[in-house]
């Protein structure tokens, strides 16, 4: 399906500043990264896409059709895992699951156990039937969350921020269970870790303060500060003129010496050597530089 955002635009009642601000994005099909940072606007974003909440400004459409003149229709071939999910602690995954099927209107009872039976296998939860959700762990909960959200068999798939406060190893078994659902569908994903991206989506979109500060292919993406990409370990007075004069990707202390990775037209000083860039730099390029 594609989504196409137009002039987006959302001002909260007792919001201080706009929370989008004229945001046009096209999202077809396959894995799309919504990266940005705290407040930069990705839940708002995400929340009116799902119809959860209106915009203040702008439209949206799907397949070329509006959005809220169609709102049943998108409805049923969206799936919508939210930032922060409160699951029922005392129902087990069975029985959570069958509630969310009667939610969706699924009234005969073999099909709902069909496909209850069907994404638990997808998620990996096989095995974990009879445990109640309050005893699952944070990586457990969020598989929970996306076999909620695929139940309907969605063309569309929003999750916000799912890999957040999970362990490596959770991180990683959610980022393939997501790239093997892609398959035929839109997923519209958000994260602050550009990690979750690296290996995940083709094309990104970077919000910042409510505002496109790219959008498009991931590998343009960090082939913009290719061939600009220095990395000095030096003094601090270096690292000083360098966060002075250069944006800085990052600073780490080497030996109790700063290494800065800074991006210019060529290097600062000498002992500078080129580096290949990552997303992470490409990143941190966008929004300004690192802070202190
Ligand atoms: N209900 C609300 N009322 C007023 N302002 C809000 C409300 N919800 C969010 N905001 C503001 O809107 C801006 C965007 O917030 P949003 O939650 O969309 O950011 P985000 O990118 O999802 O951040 P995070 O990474 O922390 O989840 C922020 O400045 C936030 O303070
Ligand atoms: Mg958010």
Sequence with gaps: MKIEIKNLTKIYPRGKKKALNGVNIEIGQGIFGLIGRNGAGKTTLMRIVATIM??????????????????????????????????????????????????KGIKNKAERKERIASVIETVGLVGEEKKRLGKY?????????????????????????PTTGLDPEERLYFLNLLS??????????????????????????????????????????INRINGKLYEHTGSQYEEEQLRKDTIVTSVAYVDGRPRVRYVAEAPLFDGSVPVAPTLEDSYIYALGGVKR
């Design 180 to 221: 093997k659902i892609a398959m035929e569908r839109t997923i519209i994903f958000s994260t602050h870790i550009t990690a979750d991206i690296e290996h995940l989506c083709n094309n990104i979109c970077v919000l910042e303060q409510g505002e496109v500060k790219y959008l498009g292919e991931k590998a343009e993406f």
């Design 137 to 161: 762990s944070g990586g457990m909960l969020r598989r929970a969350g996306i076999a909620q959200a695929l139940i309907g068999d969605p063309k569309v798939l929003i999750i916000d921020e």
């Design 54 to 103: 209106d915009a203040t400004d702008g439209e949206i459409f799907f397949d070329g059709k509006e959005l809220k003149a169609n709102k049943d229709e998108f409805r049923s071939s969206l799936g919508y895992l939210p930032q922060s999910t409160k699951l029922m602690p005392r129902m087990n995954i069975v029985e959570f699951l069958d509630y969310v099927c009667i939610l």
